[in-house]
């Protein structure tokens, strides 16, 4: 089945520090990659859609400053939490979807996210 | 208004009982897609069932099925004989096509709890 590697697994940095996570499809070539953020015991909320090579739509509410999304090649896409700040704390998971996902069943596949700890 | 409803925050059930976990979704996009994921307790999301709005027949997925009420807009996932294993937390999420933008709704999840 389809694979989506993500990295780092957590991450405990102090205040102030910009954060970089990475969502990789391994086999397969991901058109589109999704950013989501769960707080404790609550739902996936969808943060932004990036498409390769063109700008990210972010959802209403988020910062385009501060969580900055590159999706430069077909299988990377990386998250950027800048100047984290304890409210920023969250489990962020990333999900990619081959491009004719949309009109079939073909499903988001997950990976398995990031624990970000802001100090 | 809520787009995906889960009504049932918690549930406990015992070892190898059917379990029925209950989803309502709004949508007045004629050409959606409803799915069904588990989150266990490590946080990763495992894809589980999907369902099309243009679908005839239920979905089904070894001992997971859909019982897909479009009429009535739900979405409930069945589970046959469950498995301590299938403890977890169960998401309902939908894909509305039609509107362009790819990203998951999902609802706010059932944690269920099976039972010895």
């Keep these: ?119 | 208004a809520q787009k995906i409803t889960q009504t049932q925050p918690g549930m406990f059930v015992q070892e190898k009982e059917a379990v029925t976990l209950d989803c309502t979704y709004d949508t007045s996009d004629p050409s959606y897609g409803l799915f069904w994921y588990k989150q266990p307790s490590s946080g990763e999301m495992i894809f589980l069932i999907y369902q099309g709005s243009y679908d005839q027949q239920n979905a089904t997925e070894g001992r997971y099925s859909l019982n897909f009420q479009k009429a009535r807009k739900s979405a409930n996932l069945v589970i046959s004989a469950s498995q301590l294993g299938d403890s977890a937390m169960y998401f309902c999420a939908m894909r509305e096509v039609g509107g362009g933008a790819d990203g998951l709704t999902f609802g706010k999840g059932t944690h269920l709890i099976i039972q010895p």
């Excluded at chain 1, 405990?12 to 996570?21: A, D, L, N, P, R």
Aim: hydrophobic letters at 35%; glycine letters at 6%.
């Design chain 1, 1 to 119: 089945g389809a694979v989506v590697s993500q990295h780092p697994s957590r991450v405990i940095c102090k205040s102030g520090t910009s954060v970089k996570i990475e969502c990789r499809s391994l086999d397969f070539q991901a058109t589109t990659m999704f950013w989501y953020r769960q707080f404790p015991k609550q739902s996936l909320m969808l943060m932004a859609t990036s498409n390769e090579g063109s700008k990210a739509t972010y959802e209403q509410g988020v910062e385009k400053d501060k969580f900055l999304i590159n999706h430069a090649s077909l299988t990377l896409s990386t998250l950027t939490v800048t100047s984290a700040h304890p409210e920023d704390s969250s489990f962020y998971i990333c999900s990619a979807q081959k491009w004719e996902a949309r009109y079939s069943n073909q499903p988001q596949h997950f990976g398995d996210g990031t624990r970000l700890s802001i100090l």
